[in-house]
């Protein structure tokens, strides 16, 4: 039986994220105050650690989505990837060196790169097309109310715990554990093992046509610029925002995000998911000048309320966009392919928007996020016009 259009496994796989988010961001708020704060370590090395850790789990997400398609399966591979991060979580909670947090973020987005694409093709292949944008939505729903909850967390035992990070490190195990038991126990397959002279997924991107890889240039130029939440974490501190009450502001800011996302995966169905796509580039060129400019608390609290409304109308949304253009038997290699690529701009991103910080200004890493965002809606303008002329 599905309700409003979803299979078990979007639920489910809603519940899973819901939980490991609680367990993720109830650390990754802290990782940035971590190392600046108690372990030294400057921006750049913040970057560094941040560019590598994301574009790991990129450069998995094409050899997991392709692996998932080629031997059938969805489920387990997000055992194991929702397990690895789990198991990492000790690692930061014991860290002395800034060596131990590079381990434990390397690990921890390994666990990413193995689950990410195996999963979006397990949603779409539960969903039927005229739901693919609420289903999506749903999702990204309830992974962030996990981020509203994992924050809460975290502000509530670092006063009960008297600022201790360590000790919120450890408590993030939990949700974790729980997340990787209702994959086990309630999570169905979806994927059948292909038949024996059928075609082979291969790691190629001739099955995609170029509506597919035009998308991902335009989503790849974006990701130069969108450099990792740790600088908007920083920029908060920086502008006035105490240590403690950091966790309140990503909060805030993942409330925003969960409340936004279903709203905007139904307006997505009903009034074009492209629509949506191009609002979010144009609104993320304006709140990351935002950042540049910020001067006070009160701008900052504004602008990660506007930064939670973007991430409601795109980070959903372009999955949606993507499973309505690729081939059903190839979806989780282009997961994986869309994924890793736009990944993979993300290391150049953090290592460049951390240099900027400490070589030019603080300012220069967001204009460069406003000007990328800025040439994604030009081009994706271009794309709609294409798409357009192309379906007459």
């Keep these: 039986m599905k309700l409003f259009g979803f299979g078990r496994n979007v639920y489910v796989s809603g519940f899973v994220s819901f939980f490991m988010d609680i367990s993720s961001e109830m650390i990754y708020p802290l990782v ?8 030294g370590v400057s921006k750049s ?82 969903t039927e097309k005229e739901f693919l944008g609420r ?8 992974d962030t109310m996990g981020a509203v909850i994992g924050p809460a967390l975290a502000f509530l035992l670092l006063g009960i715990f008297s600022n201790d990070y360590r000790k919120v490190f450890w ?51 974006f990701a130069i610029g969108n450099s990792s939440d740790v600088f908007l974490i920083l920029r908060a501190e920086q502008k006035g925002i105490p240590a403690i ?15 936004s ?21 144009v609104l993320f060129a304006i709140l990351y000048y935002g950042f540049a400019v910020a001067s006070d608390a009160t701008a900052i609290w504004i602008l990660f309320g506007l930064y939670g409304l ?9 999955k949606a966009f993507l499973a309505s253009i690729i081939p059903q038997e190839f979806k989780a290699t282009a997961f994986g392919v869309y994924n890793t690529i736009v990944g993979i701009a993300m290391f150049p991103a953090s290592l460049i928007g951390g240099w900027l910080w400490d070589h030019v200004s ?18 994706f303008i271009v794309f709609i016009a294409m798409v357009s002329r192309a379906e007459r």
């Design 245 to 259: 009450m950091i966790p309140v502001v990503y909060l805030f800011f993942n409330l925003v995000y969960s409340i």
């Design 32 to 39: 940035p105050l971590f190392l600046a704060n108690s372990l």
């Design 261 to 281: 996302a279903i709203p905007a995966g139904i307006a997505a169905d009903r009034f074009g998911k492209k629509r949506v796509i191009l609002t979010g580039f």
């Design 310 to 318: 973007f991430m409601g109308l795109t980070e959903g949304i372009q």
């Design 135 to 142: 289903a999506f939505s749903f999702h990204r729903s309830m």
């Design 171 to 221: 408590f993030s195990i939990i949700p974790g554990a729980i997340a990787v038991l209702l994959i086990i126990f309630f999570i169905r397959e979806t994927k059948k093992p292909t038949a024996e002279h059928s075609e082979k997924p291969k790691l190629t991107l001739k099955h995609f046509d170029w509506r597919f890889k035009f998308f991902v240039l335009i989503a790849t130029i």
């Design 45 to 126: 090395a913040i970057g560094l650690i941040e560019g590598i850790a994301e574009s790991t789990a990129s450069i998995l997400k094409v050899f997991s989505g392709y692996l998932s398609d080629r031997i059938g399966n969805r489920k387990w591979l997000m055992v194991a990837g929702y397990g690895l991060s789990t198991l990492t979580r000790p690692i930061v909670a014991l860290a002395t060196t800034w060596h131990h947090v590079f381990a434990f973020r390397f690990f921890d987005r390994f666990g990413k790169g193995i689950r990410a694409a195996p999963r979006d093709a397990l949603i779409a292949e539960s």
């Design 362 to 379: 603080p300012s220069a890493t967001f204009y460069l996020g406003a000007i990328t965002a800025s040439l994604s809606a030009g081009l």
